[in-house]
T-cell receptor, first 112, second 115 residues
Framework: QQQVKQSPQSLIVQKGGISIINCAYE??????FPWYQQFPGKGPALLIA?????SEKKEGRFTISFNKSAKQFSLHIMDSQPGDSATYFC???????????FGTGTRLQVFP | DGGITQSPKYLFRKEGQNVTLSCEQN?????MYWYRQDPGQGLRLIYY???????QKGDIAEGYSVSREKKESFPLTVTSAQKNPTAFYLC??????????????FGEGSRLTVL
């Protein structure tokens, strides 16, 4: 119930392509879904987040799509660049908890 | 500069020894967290604290201990009771008013290797 399942574990994309990372959850009490980006040897940093009352949120080349009925959400990186190469974590939380539940991470590599 | 400072960045320990990882923040955040990161397992919560002198166990607290004597500091001790302590440890903090919206700020991590 508390898990957030993330796929794929790793992803290789050519420069200019679209990177897609998917997450699924079971707990319908989750009501906030952030994505974190982590570069090697660094801590994760908040990238973008969405609430379930919104089906899509876009910030630059990064878009979150949210499907409440399917309990799934995904991160799309348009025009992927080598500088986007990092590990991406989806996460979920509720307004009534102090804990953030993370997915298992996706290692993205973008080749020129 | 405001942020979270973790030290040491790399640490080697012999089996049977306790080791303490430091985490200091100057963001004036009430909430602080310790996560453990292992390949393929994401980030797992060890302990968290919402206020000075109070803390709660996370999902994998066994073999770890923490203290929160000051708002700025949240050290983590990895004890000899932790069966598999080799990992990358991340400290995070957040504004208590925003923490339940998923907005955490992370340090750069401490990599612990048990020899």
């Amino acid at each position: 119930q508390q898990q957030v399942k993330q796929s794929p574990q790793s992803l290789i994309v050519q420069k200019g392509g679209i990177s897609i990372i998917n997450c699924a959850y079971e707990n319908t009490a989750f009501d906030y879904f952030p994505w974190y980006q982590q570069f090697p040897g660094k801590g994760p940093a908040l990238l973008i987040a969405i609430r379930p009352d919104v089906s899509e949120k876009k910030e630059g080349r990064f878009t979150i799509s949210f499907n409440k009925s399917a309990k799934q959400f995904s991160l799309h990186i348009m025009d992927s660049q080598p500088g986007d190469s990092a590990t991406y974590f989806c996460a979920a939380t509720t307004l009534y908890t102090d804990k953030l539940i993370f997915g298992t991470g996706t290692r993205l590599q973008v080749f020129p | 500069d405001g942020g979270i400072t973790q030290s040491p960045k790399y640490l080697f320990r012999k089996e049977g020894q306790n080791v303490t990882l430091s985490c200091e923040q100057n963001l004036n955040h009430d909430a602080m967290y310790w996560y453990r990161q292992d390949p393929g397992q994401g980030l797992r919560l060890i302990y968290y604290s919402q206020i000075v002198n109070d803390f709660q166990k996370g999902d994998i607290a066994e073999g770890y201990s923490v203290s929160r004597e000051k708002k700025e500091s949240f050290p983590l001790t990895v004890t000899s009771a932790q069966k598999n302590p080799t990992a990358f440890y991340l400290c995070a903090s957040g504004d208590a008013r925003k923490v339940n919206t998923g907005e955490l700020f992370f340090g750069e991590g401490s990599r612990l290797t048990v020899l």
